[in-house]
């Protein structure tokens, strides 16, 4: 079993930014890759940005050139830097690992609210 813990999230004006963590815990194996994603009211989950283990990066096209995503592989963290967050970036975000364990398995954080609002 893998545990994730996100941190980060909060409120913040329109043009700020914020640092979200996703530390992963318990029997990790071979992480093949983490995600960030978000859920905002009424929408669909959505994928905002990937890192894989060769440390290949995707972004939503909304988030690209505003957000980083990152990783530490001593500290098996995540992280997603937010920089000039926009009303629309409000959205609980959940990071995601695919791990290689004696198979392939995902999963998720309890996640983190963003706020964006003036």
């Known amino acids: 079993q893998v545990q994730l813990v996100e941190s980060g999230g909060g409120l913040v004006q329109p043009g700020g930014s914020l640092r979200l963590s996703c530390a992963a815990s318990?029997?990790?194996?071979?992480?093949?890759?983490t995600g960030w994603y978000r859920q905002a009211p009424g929408k669909q989950r959505e994928l905002v940005a990937g890192i894989t283990i060769a440390g290949t990066t995707n972004y939503a096209d909304s988030v690209k050139g505003r957000f980083t995503i990152s990783r530490d592989n001593a500290k098996n963290t995540v992280y997603l830097q937010m920089n000039s967050l926009k009303p629309e970036d409000t959205a609980h975000y959940y990071c995601?690992?695919?791990?290689?364990?004696?198979?392939?398995?995902?999963?998720w954080g309890q996640g983190t609210q963003v706020t964006v609002s003036s």
């Open positions: 995601k690992v695919v791990v290689a364990a004696g198979g392939i398995s995902n999963y």
């Open positions: 318990g029997t990790i194996g071979r992480i093949i890759t």
